[in-house]
């Protein structure tokens, strides 16, 4: 617990620091002068990301955790999106979901199942989108510092596509492989039965998810989209309001590529890479001072306000049970430690 905290405190330095020190004092009066309304809609936009993606959420489960409003729904994002930005490689995002569903009697093989599908419908989005985007960047004269910026991604994107597709199809073996796997490793006998218990019914959550109305499949992927495509307007708007008016595809690629190396830093929030990388892209094209300012403003946005603005929403609904994971104890070891406490 303290080493991620510790990674997190780092990490919200270093989001912060390396912009500071990249932009100096002449990056002081563009932030002065940033249009204040603009900020207020570009948090707006936030809070529409959050209820598109709370409505997929409710599409993609289907009634099976129970009645779930839109507000409620919109809580479970806020926390599962402050737990992505809380923790190293946005691990916390997907235990957070578990603990919450597994409140609302959804198992956490079906809540997996449920989450693959949601990373399936980003994935297959930003695949279509960075090739319209390649094309688009082809067709037209915007010049890109390399090539790689667009090819590696691309790569590694079909490469994970594929390997879905072949397991899809292949799941039988899959599941013997994974079988022969375990067994190869020692792992017990009842021990090797249970965890293949989890996977099969991971695979049925799975088909029963993939096998909604094609309506209901679509209806969720445009929620995908439409969330995307409004979290991505903000480094747009950013830049907008400290006078430059970018190409808003460079921007897209901006934020697609910074956010991919930040995953490589293994800090909360890609930090460090994530700043580096987009300041690196946007550098060339408004300046230090400008760039800066924008990224300061971006991650301030999508990455500060997650985390003010989640917290709450973490507490409520996922605080307690994660505590029982953190430290192992049993509910009635808490509750026994808070009597000790009051008494």
Same mark, same amino acid.
């Given at each position: 617990?303290?080493?991620?905290?510790?990674?997190?405190?780092?990490?919200?330095?270093?989001?912060?620091?390396?912009?500071?020190?990249?932009?100096?004092?002449?990056? *002081?009066?563009?932030?002065?002068?940033?249009?204040?309304?603009?900020? =207020?809609?570009?948090?707006?936009?936030?809070?529409?990301?959050?209820?598109?993606?709370?409505?997929?959420?409710?599409?993609?489960?289907?009634?099976?955790?129970?009645?779930?409003?839109?507000?409620?729904?919109?809580?479970?994002?806020?926390?599962?999106?402050?737990?992505?930005?809380?923790?190293?490689?946005?691990?916390?995002?997907?235990?957070?979901?578990?603990?919450?569903?597994?409140?609302?009697?959804?198992?956490?093989?079906?809540?997996?199942?449920?989450?693959?599908?949601?990373?399936?419908?980003?994935?297959?989005?930003?695949?279509?989108?960075?090739? *319209?985007?390649?094309?688009?960047?082809?067709?037209?004269?915007?010049?890109?510092?390399?090539?790689?910026?667009?090819? =590696?991604p691309l790569i590694?994107?079909?490469?994970?596509?594929?390997?879905?597709?072949?397991?899809?199809?292949?799941?039988?073996?899959?599941?013997?492989?994974?079988?022969?796997?375990?067994?190869?490793?020692?792992?017990?006998?009842?021990?090797?039965?249970?965890?293949?218990?989890?996977?099969?019914?991971?695979?049925?959550? *799975?088909?029963?998810?993939?096998?909604?109305?094609?309506?209901?499949?679509?209806?969720?992927?445009?929620?995908?989209?439409?969330?995307?495509?409004?979290?991505?307007?903000?480094?747009?708007?950013?830049?907008?309001?400290?006078?430059?008016?970018?190409?808003?595809?460079?921007?897209?690629?901006?934020?697609?590529?910074?956010?991919?190396?930040?995953?490589?830093?293994?800090?909360?929030?890609?930090?460090?890479?994530?700043?580096?990388?987009?300041?690196?892209?946007?550098?060339?094209?408004?300046?230090?001072?400008?760039?800066?300012?924008?990224?300061?403003?971006?991650?301030?946005?999508?990455?500060?306000?997650?985390?003010?603005?989640?917290?709450?929403?973490?507490?409520?609904?996922a605080g307690r049970?994660?505590?029982?994971?953190?430290?192992?104890?049993?509910?009635?070891?808490?509750?026994?430690?808070?009597?000790?406490?009051?008494?």
């Open positions: 617990m303290f080493r991620t905290l510790g990674m997190l405190i780092i990490g919200l330095i270093a989001i912060i620091a390396i912009p500071v020190i990249w932009g100096g004092r002449g990056m *002081l009066p563009l932030l002065h002068q940033f249009p204040l309304h603009l900020l =207020v809609v570009m948090i707006g936009m936030i809070f529409v990301c959050w209820y598109l993606n709370a409505a997929k959420l409710r599409v993609l489960l289907a009634g099976r955790s129970g009645h779930l409003t839109r507000l409620q729904s919109m809580g479970v994002i806020m926390a599962v999106e402050f737990a992505i930005c809380a923790t190293p490689g946005g691990a916390g995002g997907y235990l957070t979901l578990i603990a919450i569903m597994k409140q609302r009697g959804l198992r956490p093989a079906e809540t997996t199942a449920v989450f693959a599908v949601d990373q399936m419908i980003d994935m297959v989005f930003f695949f279509v989108s960075m090739l *319209l985007v390649g094309l688009y960047v082809i067709m037209t004269s915007i010049q890109l510092p390399s090539m790689k910026v667009l090819a =590696v590694l994107m079909a490469a994970a596509l594929s390997a879905l597709i072949y397991a899809g199809r292949h799941h039988e073996r899959m599941l013997r492989h994974i079988a022969g796997f375990l067994k190869l490793c020692h792992v017990s006998g009842p021990r090797r039965r249970s965890w293949m218990r989890r996977i099969l019914v991971f695979r049925n959550a *799975l088909r029963t998810t993939l096998k909604m109305p094609r309506h209901l499949l679509l209806q969720a992927f445009l929620f995908g989209v439409l969330h995307w495509l409004v979290r991505y307007t903000v480094l747009y708007l950013a830049l907008y309001g400290l006078g430059h008016q970018v190409n808003w595809g460079y921007t897209y690629l901006v934020q697609m590529v910074s956010m991919a190396a930040g995953q490589v830093t293994l800090l909360p929030g890609g930090a460090g890479g994530a700043e580096f990388t987009s300041m690196f892209m946007l550098d060339r094209i408004v300046g230090h001072d400008t760039a800066a300012a924008a990224i300061l403003i971006w991650r301030l946005v999508t990455y500060h306000f997650y985390l003010i603005a989640g917290i709450p929403a973490f507490l409520l609904l049970p994660l505590l029982y994971t953190l430290f192992k104890m049993r509910k009635k070891d808490v509750e026994a430690l808070k009597h000790e406490h009051k008494s």
